[in-house]
């Protein structure tokens, strides 16, 4: 059973930084496709960031230039840095992988298969 478990979450004035993590475990050996999503109260879930097995990635276009999503295999860690946060980043972020493919690239929620449960960021003026 795969289990995944962010940290790395915390309350940041605008213009800050932080880096999530997530860590991954129950995992076979090879490394799947994973992203991060995140939800703000009243909104659905949308994709932030993506990476596949092979380390491509992609990101939404309100990310781009701001967030970095990274992973460490051998650590089975996932990665998002955040930077230049804007209040409209504010929103729990969740990780979530698409066992058994590694190739897939995607920001669709209904691609991702397993999730964390989640880690509350929160920008403030």
């Known amino acids: 059973q795969v289990q995944l478990v962010e940290s790395g979450g915390g309350s940041v004035q605008t213009g800050g930084s932080l880096r999530l993590s997530c860590g991954a475990s129950?995992?076979?050996?090879?490394?799947?496709?994973m992203g991060w999503f995140r939800q703000a109260p009243g909104k659905e879930r949308e994709g932030v960031a993506a990476i596949d097995g092979f380390g491509h990635t992609t990101y939404a276009d309100s990310v781009k230039g701001r967030f970095t999503i990274s992973r460490d295999n051998a650590k089975k860690t996932l990665y998002l840095q955040m930077d230049s946060l804007k209040l409209e980043d504010t929103a729990m972020y969740y990780c979530?992988?698409?066992?058994?493919?590694?190739?897939?690239?995607?920001?669709?929620?209904?691609?991702?298969?397993?999730w964390g449960q989640g880690t509350q960021v929160t920008v403030s003026s």
């Open positions: 979530a992988t698409a066992s058994g493919h590694r190739g897939l690239l995607s920001l669709l929620v209904n691609d991702y298969n397993y």
């Open positions: 129950g995992y076979s050996g090879a490394m799947y496709s």
